[in-house]
T-cell receptor
Framework: GAVVSQHPSRVICKSGTSVKIECRSL??????MFWYRQFPKQSLMLMAT?????????EQGVEKDKFLINHASLTLSTLTVTSAHPEDSSFYIC??????????????FGPGTRLTVL | SQKIEQNSEALNIQEGKTATLTCNYT??????LQWYRQDPGRGPVFLLL?????KEKRKERLKVTFDTTLKQSLFHITASQPADSATYLC??????????FGSGTKLNVKP
């Protein structure tokens, strides 16, 4: 099946620094990828849609200048948390639709990145 | 607002029994619902999709039902095993490919 990877799996940084998280589709191309955030014991909340070759679209309440998204190729999307603060500490997960990109297709999720901001 | 709700309390059952998890939705009629499994510290894994015109969908020990009258989907695991212990999420699909997830129900299967 389709595989999505994320790097790094864990990152600890100081407040005020920026952190980049990579999401890769390993054996298929993804023109669209999605970024989610999950706080402990809560569900996944969609942050933004990453579009290859165009700007990302952000969900209501998500600061686009804080969470920079770049979809550099058909297999790579990056999320940069700029000037991170402790409240940004969370589990960040990316996903991509299956290889056929059919409507309502199942999503393939990355393993997630645990961000801790001190 | 369009909501999708799952029982936030953990479900504890004995090995071998059938686990039944509930997903309720309000204020809309989803054409599709999907169910995912999430293990601690991992991303969700797709299990089943059910369409509104399908009453039931099965996959090995898993069964999903979709009752548009009750606005509810039920997820069943028969002959449950400790390895089935995880959090199970239901998700509705909107805008072609966007997903809105329920809060998930944690299942604990005791040996």
């Amino acid at each position: 099946g389709a595989v999505v990877s994320q790097h790094p799996s864990r990152v600890i940084c100081k407040s005020g620094t920026s952190v980049k998280i990579e999401c890769r589709s390993l054996d298929f191309q993804a023109t669209t990828m999605f970024w989610y955030r999950q706080f402990p014991k809560q569900s996944l909340m969609l942050m933004a849609t990453s579009n290859e070759g165009s700007k990302a679209t952000y969900e209501q309440g998500v600061e686009k200048d804080k969470f920079l998204i770049n979809h550099a190729s058909l297999t790579l999307s990056t999320l940069t948390v700029t000037s991170a603060h402790p409240e940004d500490s969370s589990f960040y997960i990316c996903s991509a639709p299956g290889p056929t990109n059919a409507p309502y297709n199942e999503q393939f999720f990355g393993p997630g990145t645990r961000l801790t901001v001190l | 607002s369009q909501k999708i709700e799952q029982n936030s309390e953990a479900l504890n059952i004995q090995e071998g029994k059938t686990a039944t998890l509930t997903c309720n939705y309000t204020n809309y009629s989803p054409a599709y619902l999907q169910w995912y499994r999430q293990d601690p510290g991992r991303g969700p894994v797709f299990l089943l999709l059910i369409r509104e015109n399908e009453k039931e969908k099965r996959k090995e020990r898993l069964k999903v039902t979709f009752d548009t009258t009750l606005k509810q989907s039920l997820f069943h695991i028969t002959a449950s095993q400790p390895a089935d212990s995880a959090t199970y999420l239901c998700a509705r699909i909107y805008n072609f490919n966007k997903f809105y997830f329920g809060s998930g129900t944690k299942l604990n299967v005791k040996p």
